[in-house]
């Protein structure tokens, strides 16, 4: 494994207990361009999560909490008046940081997340027709929450894509509880989380982690997979394009992580779950007989052939 990667993870791993594996899948979103939706019931450290990556990877966060009386302008920014320079000035919203993480999303208005959405996208917030780059990096950690669903908007489809990963954390196990409880009492382990690299250094390991080779037999497996969602009984939606590639980026941050310069189908398979869950509609007969994404997803992986890469 690389070493700064390998400095981050511990770093990070001191303070999200017994949770290395989702620790590690979020980190490979970063690195492969993407945003992170996570899933979950309150207070099993999302907020946490996010909260250490900003601080371990030297960035500027801000976090908005998501509420139904949030507007798009608290997100994106507003112009006001200046009547000393005879002009509109622009007032930045929360989304003009680096790290920006949004709780509770799916409480919001679809107007207000649209706005966060289509920024995330475009790379830019455009206010009475003047345009402003969003910062590099700019990462989104979204949380929301699938428990009471009263008063809630569920996030469209195609809004949903615009995450590369929705990962849910889930409650720690046994052991990792007990080390919680007897850490808690005494301290915050944020306040001893230190920043192992800055904005520009994480660009450059970004760079490094898209340079990873990945061979053509290794992207026939994911048109392959992409294919097996679209014809399956039980989808009415399958995988788009942006999905498979949204696969391709993640498989060579996934083997970047691991410490290698080229992706293999494993590393497909063992991400595909995660950057596909959220994208697939399930046919009206699954929902019915209470199927999950993952489960399709699962038979998918298992019923398609994977490529032996030669040496």
Request: charged share 25%; with cysteine; proline share 5%.
């Amino acid at each position: 494994m690389n070493t700064k990667i390998n400095e981050i993870l511990q770093e990070i791993e001191s303070v999200i207990v017994g949770k290395n594996e989702i620790v590690e899948k979020i980190l490979m979103a970063i690195l492969a361009q993407g945003h992170v939706l996570m899933e979950d019931v309150p207070g099993v450290g999302k907020t946490t999560t996010a909260m250490a990556f900003a601080k371990v990877l030297g960035l500027e966060t801000r976090r908005v909490q998501f509420t139904s009386d949030t507007v798009p302008s608290d997100i994106i920014g507003f112009s006001v008046y200046d009547k000393k320079a005879d002009e509109f000035v622009y007032k930045p919203g929360a989304i003009m940081t680096n790290l920006l993480l949004a709780d509770e999303i799916n409480r919001t208005s679809s107007k207000t997340q649209s706005a966060l959405l289509e920024a995330m996208e475009e790379g830019h917030v455009s206010i009475d027709g003047k345009t402003h780059p969003l910062p590099d990096p700019f990462i989104v950690l979204a949380t929301q929450n699938p428990a009471g669903s009263a008063g809630t908007q569920m996030l469209p489809n195609s809004q949903l894509d615009r995450f590369l990963v929705k990962l849910t954390m889930g409650y720690p196990d046994f052991k990792s509880q007990v080390s919680i409880l007897e850490e808690r009492h005494t301290e915050n382990p944020l306040d001893r989380v230190h920043p192992v690299v800055g904005a520009e250094e994480l660009n450059a390991l970004k760079q490094r982690a898209a340079a990873v080779e990945m061979k053509t037999s290794v992207y026939e497996y994911v048109t392959r997979l992409a294919e097996a969602t679209r014809v399956h009984p039980l989808v009415q939606l399958g995988l788009s394009p942006r999905g498979a590639l949204a696969v391709c980026r993640m498989a060579k941050a996934y083997a970047y992580v691991q410490g290698r310069d080229y992706a293999m189908p494993e590393d497909v398979a063992a991400i595909f779950p995660d950057v596909c869950a959220h994208r697939l509609m399930l046919s009206s007969k699954a929902r019915m007989m209470e199927e999950k994404p993952e489960s399709v997803l699962a038979e998918i992986l298992k019923t398609t052939d994977m490529p032996v890469l030669k040496k």
